[in-house]
């Protein structure tokens, strides 16, 4: 279920009680038995019940019998739990509408001192399995894999975004709770959705600012048409870093090579423009 500012407003102080300590009680069970929540929120159980209720109504909180009866928190509720830090922190003053969904995030626009862009990672929400096979950098760790797995998702893509901004064109990173990274908001589209006066030039952008990473010690992983955006002006940004390496890893060659291939491939075809990849790669070596 999406998230939006008034489902949040509208949620009543006891209802946050109750999402606070479900959170701080799957640390240690996965589902958090009623009688171990009611004792930690310290309200009555038929007023935990009411609010579990309306938890479970908005798609926050999920009960299930197996293997035993308990509560957990599902997407909704964490996304609601870090909007809430970000909103009490004064990071951010209004949430506006969804810009970007891909397999493992969405991404929202809001306002804070200025326009943001929000991204809520959201590793696992389908089957955690299959996400654990295909990022490898995911370390197998504690009762609730998708909560840990997001988080650490979203730490990975502000650590690049930090030791990135001084000298790579990226959105410059503002803040980080949870699972969510707030960054400044891109005025563009990204490069498949654009038709650049100058296709030439934004591909050797694309090429320098992947240089500069590289001179920083780190390789995207997953660069591509689709995570890289132009704004008006025809600025490039690289954005969509959490699967980042470092260049000294045992498949860097292999991964960068794929990264530039999928720039240099891109342009052959779509703007007839052929850089052999050897040379690409050698500019971004350099
Ligand atoms: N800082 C930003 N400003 C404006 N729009 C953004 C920003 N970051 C992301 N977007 C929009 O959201 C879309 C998705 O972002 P991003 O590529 O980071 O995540 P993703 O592709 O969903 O992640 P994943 O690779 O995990 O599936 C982008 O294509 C872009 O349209
Ligand atoms: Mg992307």
């Not at 957990?72 to 996304?79: E, M, N, P, V």
Request: net charge negative; charged share 25%; glycine share 6%.
């Amino acid at each position: 279920m999406a998230i939006s500012a008034d489902h949040i407003r509208t949620l009543h102080k006891y209802e946050i009680r109750v999402l606070v300590a479900i959170e701080r009680l799957m640390k240690r069970h996965q589902w958090v038995p009623l009688d171990i929540l009611v004792k930690a929120v310290g309200l009555s159980e038929s007023e935990v019940n009411y609010r579990i209720g309306r938890l479970m109504e908005r798609g926050m909180v999920r009960f299930d019998t197996v293997p035993y009866e308990g509560y957990s928190l599902i997407f909704s509720g964490y996304d609601t739990l870090a909007l809430l830090s970000l909103t009490r922190k004064g990071t951010v003053q209004a949430l506006g509408c969804p810009i970007g969904e891909g397999k493992e995030a969405i991404v929202y626009e809001a306002l804070g001192l200025g326009q943001l862009a929000l991204k809520f990672h959201h590793i696992g929400q389908r089957s955690f399995q299959s996400v654990r096979v295909t990022r490898e950098y995911m370390p197998d760790k504690g009762h609730c894999p998708w909560i840990f797995a997001s988080r650490y998702s979203a730490e990975r893509e502000y650590e690049a975004l930090k030791k990135l901004h001084t000298s790579v064109s990226v959105p410059l990173p503002v803040d980080i709770n949870r699972h969510v990274v707030v960054m400044e908001f891109i005025p563009g589209l990204p490069l498949h959705r654009c038709r650049p006066d100058e296709p030439e030039a934004v591909m050797n952008d694309i090429l320098e600012n992947a240089a500069n990473a590289y001179r920083k010690g780190i390789i995207h992983s997953d660069l591509s048409e689709y995570n890289v955006m132009l704004d008006s002006e025809g600025t490039v940004y690289l954005i969509d870093w959490p699967q980042w390496i470092e260049v000294d890893h045992p498949n860097a060659d292999e991964i960068l090579r794929r990264d530039i291939e999928n720039i240099t491939r891109y342009f052959g075809r779509k703007f007839n423009i052929h850089m052999p990849l050897e040379e690409a790669l050698q500019k971004v070596r350099e």
